[in-house]
């Protein structure tokens, strides 16, 4: 008797499923899957069909899982991701394990390129695959295995495995005025032009918290340039343009280098600004181990 075969629902139906799930989005897992919106559609209605259930409530031109959705949309999820994970090992056992990473633009460029090496000297067995995106995970459609973000961007419904603290204060080029005199008094600070990001959902911290958070309270609009990426103030800074805020992981070394300096001595220390989280229902295997203790250990200590 075929139990599985009479158990299991039309397996066609469980990729569409999944992508809508995970997406909340029918139109966005038709173009993931590079099928039509009616053919997504199709293949869920054929699965509540085939269970007997209703997935997911549409309303407002959306979708949104039901209880038994939700519960169903894991189970697929895990299940699937695990088959994934072992058809990647099978695929390639010469090149060892692969494990995926997906890092904010600005810490995989600062922080965490230096570090590479070292990784590659402990675990020379495991193939790292590097993705980098301005955008949060929440709104990532690729498949990975761990990923490193600010804390307080959009997560979706990744589980969060652990969070690292850093510390935020002023930057500037040694060139800028403000380097002049340094380390120079915070009032002073303000008379510069800053520069300023700004992000939708707010998940920085701006110049009016961390000047309020200093005890210096200034009403805004403060004065200077706005970026919707911190990567490009970044580099704005380094290029003369102003005052900028910089978060430790991404500057120490242009500090170390003198490509930047700290015109004030006043920092915000942030317990839990970074969060590292693994994909949801994705099994834990050897090599997300190996990175995850690698992260916890690289976030503790000191530079290289």
């Known amino acids: 008797m075929n139990w599985l075969g009479k158990?299991?629902?039309?397996?066609?139906?469980?990729?569409p499923f999944e992508a809508a799930a995970r997406l909340e989005s029918i139109s966005r897992a038709a173009d993931e899957l590079h099928l039509t919106q009616a053919a997504v559609s199709r293949q869920v209605r054929a699965l509540e069909e085939n269970l007997g259930l209703v997935l997911f409530e549409r309303?407002?031109?959306?979708?949104?899982?039901?209880?038994?959705?939700?519960?169903?949309?894991?189970?697929?999820?895990?299940?699937?991701?695990?088959?994934?994970?072992?058809?990647?090992?099978?695929?390639?056992?010469?090149?060892?394990a692969q494990v995926t990473l997906f890092c904010q633009l600005c810490e995989a460029f600062y922080w965490l390129m230096p570090r590479l090496a070292a990784f590659n000297r402990r675990h020379p067995?495991?193939?790292?695959?590097?993705?980098?995106?301005?955008?949060?995970?929440?709104?990532?459609?690729?498949?990975?295995?761990?990923?490193?973000?600010?804390?307080?961007?959009?997560?979706?419904?990744?589980?969060?495995?652990?969070?690292?603290?850093?510390?935020?204060?002023?930057?500037?080029?040694?060139?800028?005025?403000?380097?002049h005199g340094a380390p120079r008094s915070l009032a002073s600070l303000t008379a510069f032009a800053l520069l300023h990001h700004h992000a939708t959902p707010p998940d920085w911290v701006e110049w009016s918290d961390w000047l309020r958070a200093m005890g210096h309270s200034q009403a805004p609009p403060l004065p200077g340039k706005t970026f919707d990426?911190?990567?490009?103030?970044?580099?704005?800074?380094?290029?003369?343009?102003?005052?900028?805020?910089?978060?430790?992981?991404?500057?120490?070394?242009?500090?170390?280098?003198?490509e930047l300096v700290r015109p004030v001595r006043e920092s915000l220390q942030q317990p839990q600004a970074v969060a590292i989280y693994t994909r949801r229902g994705s099994p834990e295997r050897p090599a997300t181990r190996a990175l995850l203790d690698w992260l916890q250990e690289a976030l503790e200590g000191t530079p290289p």
């Open 7 to 15: 158990s299991l629902p039309p397996l066609s139906t469980l990729l």
């Open 59 to 96: 309303r407002n031109r959306g979708v949104f899982l039901t209880p038994a959705g939700r519960e169903l949309a894991a189970t697929v999820s895990r299940s699937l991701g695990a088959m994934a994970d072992q058809a990647n090992d099978m695929r390639g056992p010469a090149r060892g």
């Open 125 to 179: 067995d495991i193939d790292l695959k590097l993705v980098t995106s301005t955008r949060p995970i929440a709104e990532h459609r690729e498949p990975f295995d761990i990923a490193l973000q600010t804390s307080g961007r959009p997560s979706g419904h990744h589980p969060l495995a652990l969070t690292a603290g850093d510390e935020v204060y002023p930057v500037c080029s040694p060139a800028h005025p403000a380097a």
């Open 229 to 258: 990426s911190y990567p490009l103030m970044l580099q704005a800074t380094l290029e003369g343009h102003g005052v900028a805020l910089g978060w430790r992981r991404t500057t120490e070394r242009l500090i170390a280098s003198g």
